[in-house]
């Protein structure tokens, strides 16, 4: 670093730009304008005397020097939070993991045993079938359905999926379909077209209705097989069936926080059948 001065308020900014990736969603976080965190952003690295952003049209993408920055200053920023809390505790350290709505079901209802008993970990689930970014940090943790291509990413095989029809016995013989741009909604589109006894925009009301004995879902079948009342109607359909992976970053995976918790991620996945 050379003599030129570097503000805590400038090491804000900087983490503010860092994980949201560009300068304007940036100013919607931090109040700034855009042109005043570009400039503040200059300054910093001409104080660092180093390069911290690489920059293009899709906005700032970081350097191996920046993550580096970045990583110390959230380990700052997490040490000061614990100092500050009112009740002189630690705060537990926080893992977001993002996974589909089928996934994520299958979680939930193993909390106790991804948080650890006595709870050791902060976990925030983020429920989405789009793809979260990993290094951008919108999440720490995500569970994918192919093996990570982004060399700044490390990924962990688990059990295949399958999908399958499941209904109630004496549930009628037509769809209900999921409108949503996941492979398995799609694939469902293809076939049956409009003929559907309903149609519903969220995954979870199709595994509802298909309970509540109103038609046929088209499920995995690690959800659809541990619901008593719903039976496989049909062998499982193979164009649907898809890898799945566990993936964080790699300057992340060896954080203890992150580590204990794709141990226990693993386990849960390995009994989820």
């Known amino acids: 670093m050379n003599d030129k001065e570097t503000s805590w308020e400038d090491l804000h900014l900087f983490l503010a730009v860092a994980r949201s990736g560009g300068l304007s969603p940036a100013a919607r976080i931090t109040g700034r304008s855009a042109a005043t965190l570009g400039r503040r952003m200059l300054a910093l690295e001409r104080a660092m ?31 000061i939070a614990r100092i500050n809390r009112p009740d002189g505790r630690s705060a537990l350290p926080l893992v977001k993991i993002s996974a589909g709505t089928w996934t994520t079901l299958i979680l939930l209802d193993r909390l106790e045993e991804i948080a650890g008993d006595p709870g050791d970990v902060r976990l925030r689930f983020v429920s989405a079938e789009a793809t979260l970014d990993i290094p951008r940090r919108e999440v720490v943790i995500g569970v994918r359905n192919r093996r990570p291509e982004d060399p700044s990413l490390a990924g962990r095989k688990l059990a295949k999926v399958e999908f399958a029809a499941f209904a109630r016995p004496d549930a009628p013989d037509r769809w209900i379909k999921v409108v949503a741009e996941t492979p398995s909604a799609r694939w469902l589109d293809r076939r049956i077209g409009a003929d559907a006894v309903c149609e519903v925009a969220s995954p979870r009301n199709a595994l509802d209705l298909a309970l509540a004995g109103r038609g046929v879902a088209l499920l ?14 049909g062998g499982t359909i193979g164009e649907l ?11 992340d995976r060896h954080l203890p926080e992150v580590r204990r918790t794709i141990d226990r991620l693993v386990r849960v996945f390995d009994r989820r059948l």
């Open 220 to 233: 995995p079948t690690f959800v659809g097989s541990r619901n008593a009342d719903l039976v496989q109607r």
């Open 49 to 79: 005397g180093r390069e911290l952003f690489v920059r293009h049209e899709r906005g700032y993408e970081l350097t191996a020097e920046a993550r580096d920055l970045e990583r110390e200053l959230g380990e700052i920023e997490n040490r």
């Open 241 to 251: 069936a898809h890898e799945q992976w566990l993936v964080t970053h790699q300057d």
